[in-house]
């Protein structure tokens, strides 16, 4: 680009550039040779900034990453330890307890052995008994108390990791060999820059702005401009690098701090939804049911059990009852798949029948007789005690609630306070060292 050129592009820049230069007038037709340079030093400095601007724009957005991926590490670790701790929950005698009893049941239809059948309702009938005989042992508040204390201490664990060195081989500013890839780099970068100053400029005139991009294309087109003004981008970023480096250096070896953890201090509100003492009397009420019921069985096959059924001994699939019915508690219920109720022909009063009902129908049905193996009718009784193992079930399922929210805030707060913790170190890390530090998490992880 002749000087002739630039002083004429330096004229139509003049409106665009706050700090920029002076608007030139008939008088200044004759300018000396060393304002044209100075005007053409201003302007190169000024694409200079744009192009610093733009640069510190791209390390920002790596230091965002970087530190996004080790708390997202670090989230990660923390629900895993939430998700072992509540294994210890489900099985923690303080903790309100349920059966996961819809998933037993359709298990028990791909059993064949009758006695395995009645063994397995036997457990699950047992298990509630226990639920019911173990309220008086419930301390919600302080088992919560306790699984926070371990979650603190777990996650202050990981602060046996180190920061790894820098990357021993860390990625400098290339210079591409091909020459026109060199000037398309070039021009295209220089775009970058002129579009961020273009969209934060206020424009008071469209045709301005026009006139403006007009000659910012002239300038992308001559390819001693660019190559001029890329150099002093390159350099520029080979600095910025360095000092990217010098920073990574700094943090080395240094210990992985999370600082003071936040302790639980909120309050469980703990609430008992039904009266025991008649969950106890339905449940004493099943059980006569459930001898009626093994007696069918044993004397009319498998096929007795599930005479609500009309479906049974149909294949439905492959899922292995031993894999998970054996567990006598709801450490299994698995909330991710959904189960059909349990059906049998009682008609039931709108909404449900409630406890005290589901108390009379059951003793109604257990006062119907049964004359053993040369008995017939003996469906009501089938249907009758499904209809009271899904009530009993129902009803000790939802004996007790509480509101886990005030725990959930606690974890949250913990979320908030690691990852401020981790922030500066992490934002000072080379892509190297966050690469080994989440590895090192995920090592931990694999301990739990």
Same mark, same amino acid.
Request: with cysteine; glycine share 4%.
């Given at each position: 680009?002749? =000087?002739?050129?630039?002083?004429? =592009?330096?004229?139509?820049?003049?409106?665009?550039?706050?700090?920029?230069?002076?608007?030139?007038?008939?008088?200044?037709?004759?300018?000396?040779?060393?304002?044209?340079?100075?005007?053409?030093?201003?302007?190169?400095?000024?694409?200079?900034?744009?192009?610093?601007?733009?640069? %510190?724009?791209?390390?920002? $957005?790596?230091?965002?990453?970087?530190?996004?991926?080790?708390?997202?590490?670090?989230?990660?670790?923390?629900?895993?330890?939430?998700?072992?701790?509540?294994?210890?929950?489900?099985?923690?005698?303080?903790?309100?307890?349920?059966?996961?009893?819809?998933?037993?049941?359709?298990?028990?239809?791909?059993?064949?052995? %009758?006695?395995?059948?009645?063994? %397995?309702?036997?457990?699950?009938?047992?298990?509630?008994?226990?639920?019911?005989?173990?309220?008086?042992? =419930?301390?919600?508040?302080?088992?919560?108390?306790? @699984?926070?204390?371990?979650?603190?201490?777990?996650?202050?664990?990981?602060?046996?990791?180190?920061?790894?060195?820098?990357?021993?081989?860390?990625?400098?500013?290339?210079?591409?060999?091909?020459?026109?890839?060199?000037?398309?780099?070039?021009?295209?970068?220089?775009?970058?820059?002129?579009?961020?100053?273009?969209?934060?400029?206020?424009?008071?005139?469209?045709?301005?702005?026009? $006139?403006?991009?007009?000659?910012?294309?002239?300038?992308?087109?001559?390819?001693?401009?660019?190559?001029?003004?890329? @150099?002093?981008?390159?350099?520029?970023?080979?600095?910025?690098?360095?000092?990217?480096?010098?920073?990574?250096?700094?943090?080395?070896?240094?210990?992985?701090?999370?600082?003071?953890?936040?302790?639980?201090?909120?309050?469980?509100?703990?609430?008992?939804?039904?009266?025991?003492?008649?969950?106890?009397?339905?449940?004493?009420?099943?059980?006569?049911?459930? @001898?009626?019921?093994?007696?069918?069985?044993?004397?009319?096959?498998?096929?007795?059990?599930?005479?609500?059924?009309?479906?049974?001994?149909?294949?439905?699939?492959?899922?292995?009852?031993?894999?998970?019915?054996?567990?006598?508690?709801?450490?299994?219920?698995?909330?991710?798949?959904?189960?059909?109720?349990?059906?049998?022909?009682?008609?039931?009063?709108?909404?449900?029948?409630?406890?005290?009902?589901?108390?009379?129908?059951?003793?109604?049905?257990?006062?119907?007789?049964?004359?053993?193996?040369?008995?017939?009718?003996?469906?009501?009784?089938?249907?009758?005690?499904?209809?009271?193992?899904?009530?009993?079930?129902?009803?000790?399922? $939802?004996?007790?609630?509480?509101?886990?929210?005030?725990?959930?805030?606690?974890?949250?707060?913990?979320?908030?306070?690691?990852?401020? @913790?981790?922030? $500066?170190?992490?934002?000072?890390?080379?892509?190297?060292?966050? %690469?080994?530090?989440?590895?090192?998490?995920?090592?931990?992880?694999?301990?739990?």
């Amino acid at each position: 680009m002749e =000087l002739e050129d630039f002083s004429s =592009l330096t004229q139509a820049l003049d409106k665009a550039f706050e700090h920029g230069l002076r608007m030139q007038s008939e008088e200044e037709a004759e300018r000396t040779q060393a304002e044209v340079e100075k005007d053409k030093a201003d302007y190169e400095a000024y694409i200079k900034a744009l192009f610093i601007d733009q640069l %510190r724009t791209e390390i920002l $957005d790596e230091q965002e990453r970087n530190v996004s991926r080790v708390q997202q590490a670090l989230e990660d670790y923390s629900d895993a330890v939430w998700e072992s701790l509540q294994k210890g929950l489900r099985t923690d005698p303080r903790m309100p307890r349920s059966i996961n009893y819809l998933e037993r049941y359709h298990a028990l239809q791909k059993i064949r052995d %009758r006695s395995a059948v009645l063994e %397995r309702l036997k457990s699950t009938l047992d298990l509630a008994s226990s639920i019911v005989q173990g309220d008086k042992d =419930l301390h919600i508040q302080a088992a919560l108390e306790e @699984a926070s204390q371990s979650y603190r201490e777990i996650l202050k664990g990981l602060e046996v990791l180190q920061i790894s060195e820098a990357d021993p081989v860390p990625e400098m500013d290339y210079e591409l060999s091909d020459e026109d890839t060199q000037i398309y780099k070039d021009r295209y970068e220089l775009g970058i820059a002129f579009d961020a100053f273009s969209r934060s400029y206020p424009w008071s005139d469209p045709q301005e702005e026009q $006139d403006m991009r007009v000659k910012i294309q002239e300038i992308q087109n001559d390819r001693d401009s660019c190559s001029r003004l890329q @150099a002093a981008l390159r350099e520029t970023r080979k600095e910025l690098k360095k000092a990217q480096v010098r920073q990574a250096e700094s943090v080395a070896e240094k210990q992985f701090i999370l600082g003071e953890l936040p302790c639980f201090t909120g309050q469980i509100i703990f609430k008992q939804e039904h009266n025991v003492q008649e969950i106890q009397e339905l449940l004493e009420l099943v059980y006569e049911s459930f @001898a009626i019921f093994s007696q069918i069985v044993r004397d009319n096959g498998i096929y007795a059990a599930f005479e609500n059924e009309k479906s049974y001994g149909a294949c439905k699939g492959r899922r292995s009852f031993h894999s998970r019915f054996m567990y006598d508690s709801y450490l299994d219920y698995r909330l991710d798949q959904q189960f059909d109720d349990i059906p049998y022909d009682v008609e039931e009063d709108k909404g449900g029948d409630s406890l005290e009902t589901s108390i009379e129908r059951m003793r109604a049905v257990n006062a119907l007789p049964y004359d053993g193996l040369f008995e017939d009718e003996f469906t009501e009784h089938v249907h009758g005690f499904w209809y009271g193992f899904t009530k009993l079930m129902e009803s000790i399922n $939802d004996l007790y609630s509480y509101d886990s929210r005030p725990f959930e805030h606690y974890r949250s707060e913990l979320r908030v306070t690691c990852n401020a @913790a981790i922030e $500066d170190i992490a934002s000072r890390m080379d892509s190297y060292q966050v %690469r080994n530090l989440c590895l090192g998490i995920g090592r931990q992880q694999d301990l739990l």
